[in-house]
């Protein structure tokens, strides 16, 4: 019987850097044969939202500091610290920074979230302006079946 085992140390991990947060990949789907990715979000106030947007994988937020207000279908979902949220597939979502600055952990079904945020990093540090950031948002979510809201344009 073989043990497979993956720690990430405090500082470590791959990041990427998306419009709205800084994304650590604390688990990888190449380390749980593809059946959920863990993410730890750090996210300001002063960071621009991300869009409302429907990805076809469910996810979790669970605040580790802070306050964030997660905007999932027709209702707002204010979470503190020690909370969680559960996100089915297709359903509208975006969050928004309450406090000064916010972390939490995002779970995510599947092995698609973390190729996902890899294109947005490159997206997000190209220094490009915001009308290519807005046409390379859509190519980025069109290939990953990502859908925004009706309007919804660079973060």
């Known amino acids: 019987m073989s043990t497979h085992v993956h720690v990430i140390r405090a500082g470590d991990g791959r990041r990427f850097i998306a419009p709205d947060a800084d994304i650590t990949v604390l688990v990888g789907a190449d380390h749980t044969g593809g059946t959920y990715e863990v993410f730890l979000v750090e996210a300001s106030r002063t960071a621009p939202n991300g869009p409302l947007h429907a990805e076809p994988w469910s996810k979790s937020y669970h605040v580790l500091r802070g306050r964030i207000l997660v905007q999932a279908g027709d209702t707002g979902y204010e ?77």
């Open 79 to 155: 979470l503190a610290a020690g909370e969680t949220v559960a996100i089915e597939a297709g359903t509208m979502n975006t969050f928004t920074v309450l406090s000064e600055s916010a972390d939490f952990l995002l779970v995510a079904a599947g092995a698609s979230h973390g190729r996902f945020f890899g294109d947005l990093d490159v997206v997000g540090r190209g220094g490009h302006s915001p009308e290519v950031v807005a046409r390379l948002l859509h190519e980025v979510t069109d290939r990953y079946g990502v859908e925004l809201a009706t309007g919804a344009g660079a973060p």
